[in-house]
Antibody, heavy 121, light 111 residues
């Protein structure tokens, strides 16, 4: 069974870069039917998809965040990662890594447990 | 882009049936699939309906999804309500450029 686990700093200073890693177990990150993604949730904005990546490195980013987002895949560690630059308090949220196992960009069917990230000096 | 509007809250008694609506503000609800996610207190979301009416394995058939073009809305129906169904429910769809839209969420209370 596919499991996803987020890790990374829980406190980030304004203007710095938020970095998170998602460790995948139960499936290979190079499986051709999986897309890997990040979704965040805050009381102010609700649920918001940040972006999606395929194991080949092909990405799709939320247009509203595109200028600040970088996602990557590490096939040697079966992990994928998120970097969000120039963060502000508005980026404070619970960040979830997620996956779609149907080869679809339209939804996710697996979620990590989420990690709270706070942007504060 | 369009918006998805959900009622803030709904309630029902154990054993009864409730429905949660998700109304698309512009464009046809049938144009792009609708998904539903359940989020219990303190937990991450789980996917309970995808592609309008499909259930992932392990999701009970008490949960069903549908779309209604006349009202331009999607609905999640939960029959045989259980106390464990008490949660927040979110609908989600996307536009033709693959930008996702989430509804604001509906809090289900099982009385």
């Amino acid at each position: 069974q596919l499991q996803l686990q987020e890790s990374g700093p829980r406190l980030v200073k304004p203007s710095e870069t938020l970095s998170l890693v998602c460790t995948v177990s139960g499936a290979s990150i190079t499986s051709t039917n999986y897309f890997w993604g990040w979704i965040r949730q805050s009381p102010e904005k609700g649920l918001e998809r940040i972006g999606v990546i395929y194991y080949t490195g092909t990405t799709y980013y939320n247009p509203s965040l595109k200028s600040r987002v970088t996602m990557s895949v590490d096939t040697s560690t079966n992990q994928f990662s998120l970097k969000l630059s120039s963060v502000t308090a508005a980026d404070t949220a619970v960040y979830y890594c997620a996956a779609n196992g149907f080869g679809s960009l339209a939804f996710v069917d697996h979620w990590g447990q989420g990690t709270q990230v706070t942007v504060s000096s | 882009n369009f918006m998805l509007t959900q009622p803030h809250s709904v309630s029902g008694s154990p054993g009864k049936t409730v429905s949660i609506s998700c109304t698309r503000s512009s464009g046809s609800i049938a144009s792009n699939y609708v998904q539903w996610y359940q989020q219990r207190p303190g937990s991450s979301p789980t996917t309970i309906i995808y592609e309008d009416n499909q259930r992932p394995s392990g999701v009970p058939d008490r949960f069903s999804g549908s779309i209604d073009s006349s009202s331009n809305s999607a609905s999640l129906t939960i029959s045989g309500l259980k106390t464990e169904d008490e949660a927040d429910y979110y609908c989600q769809s996307y536009d033709n450029s693959n930008s996702w839209v989430f509804g604001g969420g509906t809090k289900l209370t099982v009385l």
